[in-house]
């Protein structure tokens, strides 16, 4: 069973994530369509790329434009889980040991105490983030069983992580479930509202270039949003 | 009953439809009619399919259902926060919809529809700054309008406005004849308090191209003198083109892109056939961000740029007073406090954020200038933008609409508003209508004017 999650599994949910999302980003920008979208996009590919660099920093930036910070609350949680939830997965000590053995390379890892950190502030994060979809009108008539699914599917290798970490019960349930909650992660990304995680910056870029070149870009005006 | 009389999918195309459809007061047949109409699913999807693409599909896609929408929109505010304001919301719950159900959507959902994409918005684009992800739900329910104008669903009014611009290239029965001799008789009337004045028509090669619009040729043509009278003044060697002068396009309101095609190239075509250097469109903010913003787009122009440079009244008034062609009397600058409206179709769509504030800093006597807030690009619209103005069957929701720009304009202090921008201005002037602040409005023409240091030539003789 081990063997056939991190094997097969591994390399099964691992590839299709890698390869869908690159993909979707090349269909994203195949696209694109000047006329329909009303952006000459390759009139101006300068402009365009500096737009769209713009629109992404700035809002990877905490309370780096007007939308985070009217939203003080919304911007915390939502930083404090996307931090952890970029950082952990990729830098944990124990992922790199498995990823170097596995391909031979390994990244840069941090501290197990700072790992434990995030990933409690990402499980904390993400209740409150569940709270405010419960307890704010605007957000709940939107919210689907779909939008808690998208939810659960994130967290969960979160929570089986820390189960397996402190060895709640069973340490090998727990790292089983953690794998698998992992490479569930991993094959959602590419087909469902995960796909945020790099459509995000396609389409931060996409209104960044509209901003950068249509809507007053040209002029010099450069929107801080 | 599929195809009603007035109600229908086929856009006016001569004006005796015109003519019959605006017989139907305030649109009582009209919308009669349009309970009875058909959805035509297949030519919904098929469009669809091929207008909707990963733009559009992705806004619609990956939208967190996160709400930091809601706060951004005016109308969301000014209706006690009713959720079913939200702009994720009401996008999702429309075209959202519709793509979900492949077109597969009824009567009664294209009426529901219709309310929203022009009643609950006004393609004022705040939103977008505002979404995480960069989903600029304005564009969005600018291109439901387009799905629905297809379908027949659309607002009399937007209807007419369409059919006007078919048929006259102009969002106004105003014929090119009526136009030149409207202009030329204003001249005339003020020629003996400025002397000299004239109207120079179809002139090429001239530096300045001026386009207005058609309301003014009918409501408020002493606007078209003052124009003549402020180019006069600074010297400007300026035409106005007899074919191809209206700025407007309701077409765009109404989601008619077929109509906003024919109605900008007629202005692009006096471009190319009289040369001048610049075309300068007057005091509006629609008619801007549809001659010079959209329409190259729909013009099919690559470089997303008219033929010849283009440029808002202000961005000309700004250069005029900055070089000195216009001179003001300081002693005769505004004492009183004022504020300033920015319009979302040329402000948030088109940059020009700091040209009125170069202006006031000219005509207005320092310390009497009060921002609103939100301001610049995020000012919040007027309350009666995309052609909330217009329409007489939404006119409840859009008179609610107006309270967030009258009470932005109250905690300003202002007496007097500045709105170089028509929907702007008629917005403020409907809101004081309607709750009575005691507030004044003004285009910035006569402002300027009434405190010009007027070139010797053009005195009148004591």
Known sequence: ?225 | MPEGIFCNKKPVETEEELTALLGDTSGTQYYKEMKELDVDSKLLWTTIQNTCKSRIRTWLEICAHCGMCADSCFLYLVNDRDPKQVPAYKIQSTLGEIVKRKGKVDNEFMRMAMETAWAKCTCCNRCGMYCPHGIDMGIMFGYLRGLLYQQGFVPWEMKIGAGMHRVYRAQMDVSEEEFVETFQWMVEEYEDDYVGLTVPVDVENADIMYTVNAREVKHYPEDLAEAAILFHAAGENWTIPSKGWELTSLAMFAGDWAACKMQVESVYEAMERLKPKRMIGTECGHAHRATVVEGPYWAGRKDGRPPVESIHYIEWLAEALREGKLKIDPSKRIKQPVTLQDSCNYVRNHGLRETAREIVSYIVEPGYFRDMSPRKEHNFCCGGGGGFNGIGLFRPQRNKGLITKRDQIIATGAELVLAPCHNCWDAIRDLEEEYEIGIKWSFLKPLVISMLELPDHMKPEE
């Open chain 1, 1 to 225: 069973m081990y063997e056939f999650i991190t094997g097969f599994m591994f390399w099964l949910s691992l590839g299709v994530c890698l390869a869908g999302m690159l993909i979707r980003t090349v269909l994203y920008f195949r696209g694109l369509a000047w006329n329909l979208d009303r952006v000459a996009y390759k009139a101006y590919p300068k402009d365009g790329f500096n737009g769209a660099m713009r629109s992404i920093y700035k809002w990877l930036l905490p309370f780096g434009t007007h939308g985070w910070r009217k939203q003080p609350f919304m911007t915390v949680i939502f930083f404090c889980f996307h931090i952890g939830a970029v950082i952990v997965p990729l830098f944990l000590v124990a992922h790199n040991l498995f990823l170097e053995k596995k391909t031979g390379l390994s990244l840069f890892t941090i501290n197990n105490s700072v790992a434990d950190f995030l990933t409690w502030l990402v499980v904390a994060s993400a209740i409150l983030i569940v709270l405010r979809r419960i307890a704010l009108p605007e957000v709940r008539i939107m919210t689907t069983w779909y939008d808690y699914l998208i939810i659960l599917i994130s967290v969960l290798p979160f929570i089986t992580g820390l189960m397996a970490r402190y060895e709640v019960g069973n340490y090998n349930f727990w790292l089983l479930a953690h794998i698998l909650s992992g490479e569930i992660l991993l094959l959602a990304i590419p087909f469902t509202k995960l796909s945020h995680v790099f459509l995000f910056f396609a389409s931060r870029a996409q209104l960044g270039m509209d901003y950068g070149i249509k809507r007053g870009g040209l002029k010099g005006t450069k929107m801080a949003w």
